[in-house]
T-cell receptor, first 111, second 116 residues
Framework: GEDVEQSLFLSVREGDSSVINCTYT??????LYWYKQEPGAGLQLLTY?????DMKQDQRLTVLLNKKDKHLSLRIADTQTGDSAIYFC???????????FGTGTRLKVLA | GAVVSQHPSWVICKSGTSVKIECRSL??????MFWYRQFPKQSLMLMAT?????????EQGVEKDKFLINHASLTLSTLTVTSAHPEDSSFYIC????????????FGPGTRLTVL
């Protein structure tokens, strides 16, 4: 089936690093994405990685991609209370513009 | 860049009425728009894909006569929930992708529909 799995919940202390994991299914995905959703809001694109890359860094965000294991992770350095939200990974379906979304990880940052 | 808006942000309607939700790409031409539905504490469920000037493609299990989608221009798509019932209450989110923005989807802020 087409399931993109994420752990449901993560709690970290302010200033620590957060690592959110995602296991995807389609090895032919061209791009993989990370989105952030705050309560009652739409999805904000955080970053994306092309499938032929292993790592991408963008300020506090680091994305790691392990194609062999179909594993994607998002590391947030120096996590702040404003980072509290739900984080969704998504994989693009090859040949279409459609996405398969992960189940979402709720990140709670403790002051 | 790549800003998508939705209107209204929330709407309450009576059972049996129809509700129209607009999705606009503000600074790019959206050749493809998507409509999602999100239940509380759940992920997004794709309802349909619409391409400008053609009929929408609905996902399995989504009633095309109930959820009417129109993508008449490169910057506007509308979702009309016809004869709404309480079970249609949900958070509806649109996204858009287009020329010059790879195949990344840019999302609107969502519309919360409550049917009484």
């Amino acid at each position: 089936g087409e399931d993109v799995e994420q752990s449901l919940f993560l709690s970290v202390r302010e200033g620590d690093s957060s690592v959110i994991n995602c296991t995807y299914t389609d090895s032919s995905s061209t791009y993989l994405y990370w989105y952030k959703q705050e309560p009652g809001a739409g999805l904000q694109l955080l970053t994306y990685i092309f499938s032929n890359m292993d790592m991408k860094q963008d300020q506090r965000l680091t994305v790691l991609l392990n194609k062999k294991d179909k594993h994607l992770s998002l590391r947030i350095a120096d996590t702040q209370t404003g980072d509290s939200a739900i984080y969704f990974c998504a994989e693009s379906i090859a040949g279409t513009y459609k996405y398969i979304f992960g189940t979402g990880t709720r990140l709670k940052v403790l002051a | 860049g790549a800003v998508v808006s939705q209107h209204p942000s929330w709407v309450i309607c009576k059972s049996g009425t129809s509700v129209k939700i607009e999705c606009r790409s503000l600074d790019f031409q959206a050749t493809t728009m998507f409509w999602y539905r999100q239940f509380p504490k759940q992920s997004l469920m794709l309802m349909a894909t619409s391409n400008e000037g053609s009929k929408a493609t609905y996902e399995q299990g989504v009633e095309k006569d109930k959820f009417l989608i129109n993508h008449a221009s490169l910057t506007l798509s509308t979702l009309t929930v016809t004869s709404a019932h309480p079970e249609d209450s949900s958070f509806y989110i649109c996204s858009a992708t287009g020329t010059g923005v790879t195949d990344t989807q840019y999302f609107g802020p969502g519309t919360r529909l409550t049917v009484l």
